[in-house]
Every structure is written in structure tokens, then in C-alpha cells.
């Protein structure tokens, strides 16, 4: 056997720079990496030897590296991925929230966080966890509930097993995650006769599952039985690169479409078989068809509870649910029937089966007073007061186009933007499995790096900003531009309203309703200044959009301020979202809002 002597390091990236997807390219792009004692001298040393080949980029927020990485990976509809490394201790235990986040969001990022001696000779070493109890433990366990693959890499040939294994799982389409690759120091270190044949190149190919042929014919049926089916489209469409299916599906049999936050995007807005969104982020005309459905088909959904108004939007009686996915796990929530395949393949397959069989027409008239409905909240102000998010949404609409992608994560904007939003197909990227503050400003680097030639519109709220911002300098540094319109309505707005809605008081959301000696004043255009980006405040809707055109031809990203009310919320569609309230209190508006929540509670259909 030939071998090569390599330090495991060195071995783990040379290992990564030769897996490659289908059409040619690296799976993993690169890595970020901020080196601390954990990974400086190892895996630094062994990344520099390889940086003309396997690049690496140093960010300033391990968790905001990992969000770039995460909206890289969504944007490459999971077929490319790129890895994060940090040092032991904070930096490692600083990407547990990002790891989550994947995880909720099925999505592919390798994990490389350094750990503790394999040799314990140094112990504690710095940053080192104690357990009293256990030996084994380190920072890195946490890790282990929010990973698909966990793995201690604490001897150089445990790379052997541990990388092809982190890489099935990340190209594997249902059980698609992150993974975590917790590295030893002394490890990285560490001398090994490797052999040469572990380096050769390999393509990972993503299958596609066919169905059970009993499970298929069973679906066929259920759907000829129906009189009003609803396709409730989630983000395992647009995973599996079955879009143009879908929509050809839809177009066939007439049945008309919903899209959940992971879905929207998936088929264009103008195709008049698609009714918008479902649930608590709903639009009108949708949840309309969603009360009338007498089988809901979901594909590539979870099943999450905006999508379900948490379980009572499906509300007619008998109604069946049918569950199109590749994991059994979502298949079967619910009661529902599952059909446990890819959704191209199973489309595919079932419109085959139902030949030219075609449904009654959608209510097309709801869907037309929907678009006049929401064309006035989203027109540009005439009167005096500062802007709703619905004026802002409005004049990001007028001035994008089909090369453009709206993305989001936390806040009133992810709701305002699934009910209005008219995304063109592929232009919409939510993250709203994890709903993570702070994932926004990195989550349009990393968009803007897996698809140079898009538009990138970053929205995001002042609070969502003040959690993390500093990939800014980053983008700037890197040459990465997109266009943030940052909305300052100084405070968490959306938690306001539902803190109002819950009968709360405002308390502790909006910076004025927060304990302070000295009045809030964040001034936004300066600190984005500051890290290098070109700012500007626009003092009107009509300003705004006269600076999203300007900012197009920008090659560093672009922030533009604008100051918003904090009041409103969408003022159109949506359903009642189970935000548990309090038995008892001495404020009669809880009291009050404890029976309304009693009443909805009883609409909720909690088995089948
Ligand atoms: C990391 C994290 N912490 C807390 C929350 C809960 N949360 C959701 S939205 C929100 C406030 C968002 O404020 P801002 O970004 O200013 O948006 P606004 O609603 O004011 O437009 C909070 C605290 C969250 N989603 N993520
Ligand atoms: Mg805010």
C-alpha cells in the first residue's frame, strides 16, 4: 500500500479539497476559520499549505461564519456546503446556535471545532470544561443534540471513518444536517502513513428515493377521491429540484398551490394556480382554500406550526392530510397518509397515474381581490407618519426584478414578506426554521457568494442588527455586495404586538418601554459606516427607492436606513398562532386574552 505521511490536519483538508459534486465543483467551497490555541497550529498550518486550492476566510463571529456558510448551502439547494472552524471553548460553543439552526433547517455545514488534548497532558488547558463526573465531556458535547453526525476525532486515523461518514450525511437528502467534527489539538498535530487511495477524488451523487408502490397507489387514490385538494408546497421542492414538476403538476390537474416560508419561491407568483402562503402568515385567498380543503397534499413540508395556523387551519370537516416526503418522520406527522419518496420522482409518478384527471376551478376571484388588497397596503405613503413595513416591502417590490432575492430571518419582516411578497421563482430565502436573530446580514454573504450574478436584498429590523452585524466588514473586505434595508423602528416590534396581543403590557420590547437611565439613541448610518459599507438614511418611501437603484452597481454592500412604525402589523391575512397565555393574572386584559385563547385552543386538531 502507498502511503503518504501527513499530519491529520493536513489530511482531513486534503480529503476535503477532492470531494466533489456531480457537476464538477468542490462539495465544500471552503472553510471559515477564526484560529485561537485549539486550531491555530494544527488545522491553521494545514489550511495555509492548501489555501490556493481549499480557500479560507476569517469572518468575525464564529456563529455569523456558520450563517454565511448555512445560507450557502440553502442557495446551492444543498448540493454545495462549506465548512467553520473555531478554536476550543467560546469560539466552539459560539456555533452551537448556528448548528441548530441548520439542523432545523436541514441544512449541510461541517463543523470543526478544536477540542481538548487527546493526551490530557496539559489538562485543564485553557477554555477546557471540567466535568467532575466525566472524562469524556467537553465543550464540544454540546454539539451532539442539534448535529446529524457527531464525531471526536482524537487519534489521526479516526479521519479515515469520520470524514467519509460526515459526508454522506451531508449530501444525503433526508437526512441532511449539519455535522460536527470535534478535533483534538494535539490530534491535528499528529503524523499518520495515510493511504494514498483515501485521497483519490470522489463525486457524491444526492439519490432520489421511488416510492413504495403500495404507498403511491394509495396517494393516487386519495386524490382522485378528492373534490378540493390543496398542494401545500414546502422547502424539500425546492431541495429536491422539483419546481418545474410541481408547477406542471399543478398546471395538469388544476389544482392549486400554497407555499410555506421554506417553499415560497418555488413557483413563481404570477402562475394563477398559486394562492400565496398558508396559516398564521397567510394570505386571505390562501387560507380560504386551506378552510375549504377537503385533502391537504403537503410536499417537502414539516408541517410547521405558521404553516398550520399551529393546527387549526385545516379546518374542514373529513379532511385528509397526505404527506409527500423523503423522510418518513414528516411523512407520517399527524396521521397523516405518507408517501415517503423524492418529490420530482413522486410527482412525477402520480400524474402519471391520474392521467388527464382535472379538478373544479380554484376560487380565482379571491386570489385577484387578494393582489388589489394588499397593492394598497404596499403603495407608497401620501399622508404624514412614518412607514409601515408593508410601504417598505412595496418599494423593495418595485425596484427588484427576477434576478433579485429577498432574504430575511427574525422579526416582523419574515411574516409581512411571506403574506406580501410576490417572489419570482427561486427569489425568496427565509430563514424561518430557526428564526435566528442576527442570521441576516451573514445569511446575504453567503447568498451572494453560492449566486454572484443575484441581487441581494437583505431586510432586516434594528434589533436583528444589533445582534450581529460585524460579517458587514467582512462583506466589505471581501468585495461582496447586497443591499441591507434596515429598518429602524427602534425596538422588537414584532414581540410588542404579540406581547400586546397576549394581553401583556408593553414592557421590555421597544427601547422607550425598556428600563434606562438615559434614552436610547442607536445611530445606525454611522456604525454601518463605520465597518467600511456606504450607508445612507432615506428620509421617505420615495427615497428609499431611489437608493435600492443606486445601490445595484455597488461592489461593496450598501445599508440603507429607514425609520419605521412600530405599530402596525401587516393588516391582511394570517390565522391565530397558539402563543400559550396565563391561566391567571391580575391584569384583566390577560384575563380577557386567556379566554380568546381558550376558545381558538378548542379549533386545533390534535390527532387526526
Ligand atoms: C436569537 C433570537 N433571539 C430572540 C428571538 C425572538 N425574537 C423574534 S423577533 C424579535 C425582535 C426583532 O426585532 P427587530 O429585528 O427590530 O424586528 P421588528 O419586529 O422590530 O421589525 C425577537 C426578540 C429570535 N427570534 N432570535
Ligand atoms: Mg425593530
Known sequence: MTTIRLTAAQAMVKWLSVQMTEEGERFIEGVWAIFGHGNVAGLGEALHGIKDTLPTWRGHNEQTMAHAAIAFAKTHKRRR????????????????????????????????????FANRAPDPVLQQIEDFDDATVSANDC?????????????PEHILTALPRALRVMTDPANCGPVCLAFCQDTQTEAYDYPVEFFATKVWHIRRPEPDAREL????????????????????????????????F??????????????????????????????VTGTGCGNK??????????????????TTGSWTVFSAPNRKLLSINIHGYDAAKRGAQSLVADAKVALEKISG?????????????????????????????????????????????RNTGQDSVVMCAAGTMPGALHV????????????????CMGYEIAGAMGIKMAAPEKDVICMVGDGSYMMANSELATAVMMGIPFTVVLTDNRGYGCINRLQKGTGGAAFNNLLDDSYHVNPAHIDFVAH??????????????AQLETELQAAKTAKIPTVIVIDTDPMPGTGAGGTWWDVAVPEVSTRAEVNEARKGYEEATKRQWLVN
Open 353 to 397: 397515474s391520474l392521467g388527464d384527471h382535472r379538478f373544479a376551478d380554484p376560487d380565482f376571484a379571491a386570489r385577484d381581490q387578494w393582489f388589489q388588497t394588499t397593492d394598497a397596503l404596499m403603495a407608497a405613503p401620501n399622508g404624514v407618519g412614518l412607514p409601515t413595513d408593508a410601504q417598505v416591502i412595496g418599494a423593495v417590490q
Open 289 to 306: 382554500l386551506a378552510a375549504e380543503a377537503d385533502l391537504v397534499i403537503g410536499v417537502g413540508t414539516r408541517f410547521q406550526d405558521f
Open 81 to 116: 456546503a462549506m465548512a467553520v472552524t473555531s478554536s476550543i471553548g467560546p469560539g466552539a460553543t459560539n456555533m452551537v446556535t448556528a448548528a441548530a439552526l441548520a439542523h432545523v433547517n436541514r441544512l449541510p455545514v461541517l463543523f470543526i471545532p478544536g477540542d481538548v
Open 528 to 541: 454601518a459606516r463605520s465597518m467600511g459599507a456606504t450607508v445612507v438614511k432615506a428620509g421617505s418611501i
Open 250 to 279: 399543478a398546471q395538469r390537474h388544476n389544482i392549486p398551490m400554497v407555499e410555506t416560508q421554506a417553499g415560497k419561491g418555488a413557483v413563481d407568483w404570477q402562475d394563477k394556480l398559486h394562492f400565496g402562503s398558508p396559516g
Open 143 to 155: 454539539f451532539r443534540p442539534v448535529v446529524r453526525y457527531f464525531d471526536r476525532i482524537s487519534r
Open 420 to 435: 406580501l411578497w410576490r417572489a419570482a421563482a427561486g427569489g425568496y430565502h427565509m430563514e424561518y426554521g430557526f428564526s
Open 217 to 248: 397507489a394509495e396517494a393516487v387514490a386519495a386524490i382522485k377521491a378528492a373534490k378540493n385538494p390543496l398542494i401545500v408546497t414546502g422547502g424539500g421542492v425546492i431541495y429536491s429540484g422539483a419546481e418545474a414538476t410541481l408547477r406542471d
